[in-house]
């Protein structure tokens, strides 16, 4: 039997990092209010050079690089974004260019904050059924260049950034992604979306949200979808090491953490320093948590992201 095990890591962020004080000089917010309600102290926000596909090939370099490989080795690339560069050609392409891999599968997924999860779910499916032999799955956003930043109550949420891993064939491997749940359920798409469109309006567009009720559903799809990964992997919950959850909320994290009975110390927090990235949130939380030695070979790990659609899903993972 093949697994796709995750062979390296990388992440990327923009070089302009910005505190919630410096926010509240242009919006009607508090450094108290941002942290109270969310848990978040900084996003990193993107300059006019930094793009989805830059970003998120910055990433992959690194993710590559961890995992002694050469981007030549890599067969197929699957970006999870709601912010690419352009409408077409995918940012996938686009990454690949900048890599200089010379051929590759390479198509962009679009799930919002679940991209990453979703991403994970085709192409793990993809290497068991022998399309290529490492892959790369990014999450990469720039949700800076969609905000409104008269809205107070999106703009302080969001920040930018990349996370890519490298997933490769193992043949009778132990390790790897043991099983993923991916779900969505469309009835919701007037909580959570973006006002513009290349075939409705023409024009890009502004991320609206109906917070509260967006932090309801999340709660509950993502403790229902940890516990039906979990089963699928035939894993208990006492067995993870780390949840590695989409960072929206530290108080999402913590509701969800409380109903499947995990300590805290057990969830890998970032946005308090990274903000909510959409699809880039779990592979940065991923990478930073690998990164500082929290996150060792062997763990076993679960990951989790809900978002725009709605769109949720989770991964088990032993790393
Ligand atoms: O990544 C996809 C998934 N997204 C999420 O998971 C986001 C889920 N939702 C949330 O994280 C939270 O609902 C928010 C952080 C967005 C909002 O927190 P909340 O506790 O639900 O606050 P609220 O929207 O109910 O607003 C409470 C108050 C309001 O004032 P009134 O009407 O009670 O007087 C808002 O106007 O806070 C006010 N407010 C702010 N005040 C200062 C909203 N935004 C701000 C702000 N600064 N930035």
Redesign the pocket.
Known sequence: MVRSIIAGTGSALPANRVSNAELAER????DE??IE??GIRFRHIAGPDETTATLGADAARRAIEAAGLTPADIGMIVLATATPDNTFPSSATKIQALLGIPDAVAFDVAA??SGFLYALGIADSMIRTGTANHALVIGSETFSRILDWED??????FGDGAGAVVLSAEENSDRGILSSSLHADGGHGEL?YVDGGPSTTGTVGKLR?K??E??RH?VKNLADVLGTALDKAGVAAGEVDWVVP?Q??I??LEATAKKLGLPMDRVVVTVDRHA?T?AASVPLALDTAIRDGRITRGQTLVLEA???GFTWGASVVRY
């Open positions: 919006v009607d917010t508090t209010w941002i309600r969310t919002v904050c107070r109550g999106t703009c302080v949420l959570l949200m917070g509260r967006v932090f999340a989409h929206a909320n108080r999402i909510n959409s809900m978002g725009g």
